[in-house]
């Protein structure tokens, strides 16, 4: 294993590179134990502190998993270890309305298509579903927000993405804190748009079962561009 002694002031960032590379180059893989945190301290040549330091790191980002009793191992691939420090930055932006709902619209235009793409019958019955709840839940539009938010996670998962998916389900997680109050008042001040976005989720519905994953995507993209410029609108002047 090709670990190199360590002379630098940046004792703990050089840690992690080096066993970062190891990953990558393949030396260590998913599953592998790992050095002790002694021979770590006697191979790179530093304090037991720095080295203690980056393992906590790498354990906390999903890298490295510690086993008390049974020593240090190589993680599987997460998605949660890309998406937890992410789901953190979203929430520190989200005062900054306009970023959030650009990378919804990036992230739900492409997974309509996608989904348009690689769809199974599983999916087409349980987007059916969502839709046919969507229309009974007419006109109180009591569920209108939660079976909104089933549909598009719904298409998430018929990407067949998972790291798509798994990002949507933080966006949406993200914009529900930031917009839960806001859509409600809009859609309960504004006449027929709960109809309105019963047709849109229907005509995406459609274009999703004939696999035409281009309308898919236009579709989603005018669907979310008129709710979004709603939703700013109503938030800027709720009169």
């Known amino acids: ?35 002790t945190e002694s021979e770590l301290t006697e191979r790179f040549q530093v304090s037991r502190t720095s080295v203690r330091e980056a393992l906590a790191a790498l354990s906390l980002t999903g890298i490295l998993e510690i086993r008390q009793g049974e020593g240090i191992f190589v993680k599987s691939a997460s998605p949660n270890s890309v998406i937890e420090p992410l789901s953190f930055i979203l929430l520190l932006e989200k005062n900054q309305l306009q970023n959030i709902l650009e990378v919804r619209k990036a992230l739900e235009v492409e997974a309509a298509g996608l989904a348009a793409e690689r769809r199974d019958e599983e999916d087409l019955a349980h987007l059916k579903s969502i839709v046919e709840q969507m229309e009974e839940d007419l006109p109180e539009a009591k569920r209108s927000e939660q079976l909104d938010l089933d549909f598009h996670l719904a298409l998430a998962r018929a990407s067949k993405n998972p790291l798509l998916n798994r990002l949507m389900n933080t966006v949406q997680e993200i914009m529900g804190q930031t917009l839960q109050v806001t859509r409600a008042l809009w859609m309960a001040a504004t006449a027929g748009t709960t109809h309105r976005l019963f047709e849109e989720h229907c005509d995406i519905y459609g274009a999703i079962k004939s696999q035409d994953s281009e309308k898919a995507r236009k579709l989603t993209y005018e669907h979310l561009q008129k709710v979004e410029l709603e939703l700013e609108k109503y938030r800027n002047d709720p009169k």
């Not at 004792?11 to 990558?24: A, G, N, P, R, V």
């Open 1 to 35: 294993m090709d670990i190199k002694p360590i002379k630098n002031k940046r004792t703990t960032e050089i840690i992690l590179e080096q066993i970062k590379s190891l990953i990558i180059d393949g030396q260590l893989v998913p599953g592998d134990k790992f050095l």
